[in-house]
């Protein structure tokens, strides 16, 4: 007889956790390639979103494989045409730190993702500053048409953003 109960209270658990599990199943609208339209920042005193100054011609893309795995990669104007062809060991200690904060600026990370009602977390698997492994970010998406709006809940460079993708076809 107590073996039923706890089988009965078992499954009554895992029923009314299940019911009330907010994680949803159907990701297909995020599957596939997104190129970065553009990086927008929250004007509190307008309260309204603009462009980001400091961040205009940033490029990037982020990729949804539909098997809960992502990858995205941003990189700052000029980025793709930096030189890189110098002699490492012909710069000088000024061109080295340039050199080694330029590469710095791009930000790259892969991660599993799950979606939760309006939102997406991205539990990274790796990404170009180690410190970053294994540590979730957490979105609030919207869809517009082709468009995927991507919000930070952190503060970024003391700002509130949000990332506006386009969907390759």
């Not at 199943?25 to 400091?54: P, Q, T, V, Y």
């Not at 180690?130 to 970010?137: D, R, T, V």
């Amino acid at each position: 007889m107590k073996e039923i109960k706890l089988i009965l209270g078992l499954f009554t658990f895992v029923t009314i956790y299940s019911c009330n599990s907010k994680i949803l199943k159907d990701d297909s609208k995020f599957h596939g390639m997104w190129s970065l339209d553009k990086i927008e920042s929250f004007d509190s005193l307008a309260n309204r979103w603009a462009d980001a100054s400091s961040w205009v011609g940033w490029n990037g893309y982020i990729l949804y494989d539909g098997q809960g795995h992502m990858g995205v990669h941003l990189t700052p104007k000029g980025y793709k045409e930096f030189n890189t062809t110098k002699n490492i060991d012909s710069l000088n200690h000024d061109e080295l730190v340039a050199l080694t904060k330029f590469y710095k600026s791009n930000f790259v990370y892969f991660s599993d993702y799950t979606l939760t009602d309006s939102t997406i977390e991205h539990k990274r698997l790796s990404a170009t500053e180690p410190q970053n492994w294994g540590k979730s970010l957490i979105r609030d998406f919207k869809f517009n048409q082709d468009t995927l709006i991507l919000t930070a809940h952190e503060i970024i460079a003391r700002q509130k953003l949000r990332l506006r993708w386009i969907k390759l076809k």
